[in-house]
């Protein structure tokens, strides 16, 4: 699983996805981890999957145009190759994107959520920004307005989002916000490891307008937190976190 969000920051569009590919092949393996909380538990009993992989959650398919998936690779492949089709026409509306995702199968991405901005006119130094998900709902956050949020790390982060005021009492911008969650998020990682108990995390990206360049743009110098299995000594197995900072 995963963790997507979608928020506006004093006017700025920002949209974060981690990099956690889950498999759900069961390994079996039964392994006492240095861990907190009661995760040695679940991986021994419910058998959590091990074999994992990392993608982008976060797409930015244009200058104005940024999605974030969650769910199935193969259901998301499906929606992102649509919007790559149409994602470079000047004239590019929102009605255009809904009219293709809904003419996709119901089935074929029936476990999709998606979450997404398009760029519209330009309004002093911001773009008007047109937000469009699948499946997924807001919830009003104090300060940030509508959120959306979905995954299994969706609650974990929303309770981030509520523990602060992350637009700095309106005087922040979205790459502060930005660096300010993503390093709350890698907090999380590490302090408590529940992302390993639910199956997000990994990294993250986020993606946001910038004002310089006048397009969307990766967010640069993220600090990532990846988790490291070590079975090589023949009588304990260590899961330990490494970090590494990415410049984009």
């Not at 993503?182 to 995390?201: S, V």
Request: aromatic share 8%; glycine share 8%.
């Amino acid at each position: 699983m995963t963790l997507i969000a979608q928020c506006t920051v004093n006017g700025a569009p920002l949209i974060v996805g981690d990099v956690l590919l889950s498999s759900e092949t069961r390994t079996g393996l039964k392994v006492n981890l240095p861990l907190v909380g009661d995760i040695n538990e679940v991986l021994s009993k419910r058998g959590m999957p091990f074999e994992v992989a990392f993608t982008q959650k976060t797409n930015l398919l244009s200058d104005r145009l940024v999605v974030a998936w969650s769910g199935p690779l193969i259901q998301a492949e499906r929606a992102l190759n649509v919007l790559k089709r149409i994602c470079f026409r000047t004239d590019i509306q929102l009605d255009d994107i809904g009219a293709e995702l809904n003419a996709i199968d119901k089935q074929a991405i029936d476990n999709l959520q998606l979450v997404g901005t398009l760029l519209g006119e330009a309004s002093g130094p911001l773009y008007s920004a047109h937000c469009f998900t699948l499946g997924v709902k807001p919830i009003s956050i104090s300060q940030l307005g509508a959120v959306f949020a979905a995954g299994t790390g969706r609650d974990a982060f929303l309770k981030i989002l509520e523990n602060a005021d992350w637009t700095n009492s309106g005087t922040g911008n979205a790459y502060q916000v930005a660096h300010a969650l993503l390093g709350a998020l890698t907090n999380e990682e590490y302090r408590t490891g529940n992302t390993i108990l639910n199956r997000w995390g990994g990294g993250f990206e986020a993606v946001t307008f910038s004002e310089k360049n006048q397009r969307f743009e990766k967010v640069g110098d993220i600090l990532h937190t990846f988790w490291k299995l070590n079975d090589a000594a023949r009588d304990s197995i260590q899961f330990m976190p490494m970090f590494y900072k990415t410049t984009y």
